[in-house]
């Protein structure tokens, strides 16, 4: 599986997708920056005037909701059917949907909707699933990854699509088949905006042709293998952030192949 | 007063507090990195359709205007009582109070809900105070920071809340007793976001249970602190800007006991 | 003309000009960082009910639409009249122009308004020009670059402005003379905002009262010299972009009129 992701990262380097990108204001920044570093070509388009007449022509398009607003959401929801429509792959980044009825509604109508990757902590996969009161109840409480696992696996299949819930370890899974991702480094939580990083690279990876499973499971690899080599530079985590990007802009194939610690996993639920 | 700013830092790194901002678009990620690198937890969540039912849920909240448009202080309007009412402590930042009617307007009317801590420069607590019209004519204009510390007990007694007003030395007063923050370094003036950083820092110390006073005055000793450090490290405002979250992250509390610079003013007004 | 963007560049530290931005989400903070480290003071301020209070006491104005919504064109519709009855210069950057009918309609809306200086790449000049069409089905395709240039001349005699198109080596005129600046770095294409901060700089030169040709000159000479001074420093697009805001603020006149690489250029179109 390393060297599947490797062949990715060529792929990825020699398409230089354009990523569009429907985003938070705390992370837009951090997100383009990374797309630019790994070999992607970002645009932040999100007027609901404008987003059905761009998405049609992007690569891939990255939905997410960390700081959604009403108008954001009607940008939204114009955005997925032209991509669909146009056969252009989407990824969606549910921040936080458990946080608020605003925000799981928002979170759950996206999902439903069929992203190609799903990618989200376990609270936010949960939540999507609709399974977060049981563990907010308590119900398996000691095991909130493995309660998440297999709800990504049962939303994975009634969906069809692929979910990746991330974590110390992360986890990839199409309802069928999973493969866990043991790479990263502690400092990525400490930094804002690196699980929508996570996001924003697999988009990366669908833009260049890759299915799901693929896409998810080579954009979590590259941005694992690039924190610890960041990690090794840095002094905290201000100088981490920006020796990430330094790494993804450095990382080659060879390295990833190398470095990449993928195994297949339960697919469980 | 240094001791208690170094417990206060302990007690925020136990706490880890759940920090809700609603924010400006120039500052969102760089405050929410100050607040994961001191050991604070940051949400941003800022649609008024939501932010009633999250805010009830922080540590603490963080209101400030840099980029206000009118949905966003619909949004305010709404999170603030919620706040208050599950005794949630909420900060002020009056980002650019004076510049416009709109912003003075806004300003004014937040303030008058008494936040925890209203944190300003001297301008921006003149024109809260309304007395922004004496300076520009020019009364006491060769002491605006006089000025602004006469201002800012005046208000702390009419609110009764905590007024700090940042600067070569940053003054924190309830109105009655005041004291005198004297860390910090130039470079803070060549970065943007740095005031709405020492705003959101005081927030995170509201949230791990500070009254007004010990947070405010935790909040720009830690900041000033970490600022000397970064300045040791920086050839200019961008290696400055990373050093500075390095600095954040790794300031342990007897360094910040022996650094912080605290002492008795004179409350003034 | 090196020694006349040395003594732009020496006139722009004395007057610190105020530049009030109109700006994308994605790179508020790293322009207001820049403007900040050349030595230029930003606000961001860009609602519809503050912006024409404010723009009359800038000293410049930039209006930039990369991630422009219909709330954020009201208010350019707003600041733009009330800087030009003010006599305050300001700079358009049509990010993206052609991408979007709603994009090309709000960048041709604000082009006709006349701005002292408008520069964007390639493309968007083209797109702003109605030129795009004809590139984009071949006509001349094999010299975009000198479409543009042509373009741009066309556009600056119609409208009386000055036109910056930039790329490998930047082009300025104002349809009579024309100017290469032929400084910056292939890093600058790595890192997002980079066409934005040339923008921002620009305003920064038109604030500390330079005409638009000697404005746009200046301001690419900087960003170009600083640009390649920090990729002495950098070990990819993340450490480039934090010695970018070093080397602006540490480069001083003689520097500038050392490296700056300015030739007159055939005017064209």
């Given at each position: 599986m390393p060297r599947q992701a490797a062949a990715a990262l060529e792929r990825l380097r020699l398409a230089t997708p354009l990523v569009h990108n429907i985003t938070n204001v705390v992370v837009a920044n951090v997100t383009a920056n990374a797309l630019l570093a790994v070999g992607a070509s970002p645009a932040m388009v999100q007027a609901e005037e404008e987003v059905a007449d761009f998405a049609p022509h992007a690569a891939a398009l990255v939905v997410n909701?960390?700081?959604?607003t009403a108008p954001q959401l009607r940008a939204m929801r114009r955005a997925v059917p032209a991509a669909r429509a146009a056969g252009v792959p989407w990824v969606l980044d549910p921040v936080a949907?458990?946080?608020?009825p605003f925000r799981l509604a928002a979170a759950q109508e996206m999902a439903a909707l069929r992203p190609a990757v799903l990618r989200g902590n376990a609270s936010e996969i949960l939540a999507v699933a609709g399974e977060a009161g049981l563990a907010s109840r308590g119900v398996d409480s000691a095991h909130p990854t493995a309660m998440a696992h297999a709800a990504a696996a049962r939303l994975a299949r009634a969906l069809g699509i692929t979910v990746a819930v991330t974590g110390a370890v992360d986890h990839v899974t199409d309802g069928e088949r999973a493969v866990a991702v043991a790479n990263g480094h502690p400092l990525l939580t400490r930094v804002t905006g690196m699980g929508c990083t996570a996001t924003a690279l697999i988009g990366a990876f669908l833009g260049a042709g890759l299915p799901g499973m693929a896409a998810a499971v080579a954009g979590l690899a590259t941005l694992g293998v690039a924190a610890e080599r960041a990690a090794g530079q840095a002094c905290g985590p201000g100088s981490f952030q920006v020796a990430l990007l330094d790494a993804l802009h450095a990382l080659e194939a060879p390295a990833l192949a190398a470095s990449a610690r993928l195994a297949p996993a339960p697919a469980g639920g």
């Open positions: 909701i960390g700081t959604l949907a458990g946080a608020t």
